[in-house]
């Protein structure tokens, strides 16, 4: 039972590259989410997904672009990469609503150079 | 503004001592709250989440937390450490009033000594 998998684990980029993070979920799961967690500042919340096709703003949406055209993947894309973004990325879903427990995935960390 | 705040960001207790480690949220309306940790090199796992059934709340591992709405506190405890326990925790608060999106404090990083 898989859970909620990202990839890649690690990735460094040059500044203004762009790529794809992935993550899926084999829980059904209707509602997917996008974290970065900086040190010292807990983890906040980029893009979130409440069912396929849809997508929403978080807190710290700029930079970041998201899509959910499956309901087991949530994509979260950097279009041009800036240090800014170096951070640990977490994905999670949860049943149905926010106040539903969430799973996480094991994260990303992505240094931008 | 809606806030959580997880007072000390490192705590270090004695091998089957008492944990104590602090939550306060701002905000009069009793939310949702949650406790999850996080292992080395892992995602977050729950802990424990208060629904407004019962102000103390039972978690996996031994730990619990008590919601006391007039200190707008959710604080969870466990009464002896395990080296095993040595992990970060988060303290999780969704407000209503901001349309029902999750925020987390800061983390407090938990050191277990021999």
């Known amino acids: 039972n898989a859970g909620v998998t990202q990839t890649p684990k690690f990735r460094v980029l040059k500044t203004g590259q762009s790529m794809t993070l992935l993550c899926a979920q084999d829980?059904?799961?209707?509602?997917m989410y996008w974290y970065r967690q900086d040190p010292g500042m807990g983890l906040r919340l980029i893009h979130y997904s409440v069912g396929e096709g849809t997508t929403a703003k978080g807190e710290v949406p700029d930079g970041y672009n998201v899509s959910r055209l499956k309901k087991q993947n949530f994509l979260l894309g950097l279009e041009s990469a800036a240090p800014s973004q170096t951070s640990v990325y977490f994905c999670?879903?949860?049943?149905?609503?926010?106040?539903?427990?969430?799973?996480f995935g094991d994260g990303t960390r992505l240094s931008i150079l | 503004a809606q806030s959580v705040t997880q007072l000390g960001s490192h705590v270090s207790v004695s091998e089957g001592a008492l944990v104590l480690l602090r939550c306060n949220y701002s905000?009069?309306?009793?939310?949702?709250l949650f406790w999850y940790v996080q292992y080395p090199n892992q995602g977050l796992q729950l802990l424990l989440k208060?629904?407004?059934?019962?102000?103390l709340v039972k978690g996996i591992n031994g730990f619990e937390a008590e919601f006391k709405k007039s200190e707008t506190s959710f604080h969870l405890t466990k009464p002896s450490a395990h080296m095993s326990d040595a992990a970060e925790y988060f303290c999780?608060?969704?407000?209503?009033?901001?349309?029902?999106?999750?925020?987390f404090g800061s983390g407090t990083r938990l050191s277990i000594r021999p």
């Open positions: 999670a879903s949860s049943r149905t609503g926010v106040n539903q427990p969430q799973h």
């Open positions: 829980m059904n799961h209707e509602y």
């Open positions: 999780a608060v969704i407000f209503y009033s901001s349309a029902s999106k999750i925020i």
């Open positions: 208060y629904t407004s059934a019962a102000t």
């Open positions: 905000s009069s309306v009793p939310p949702y």
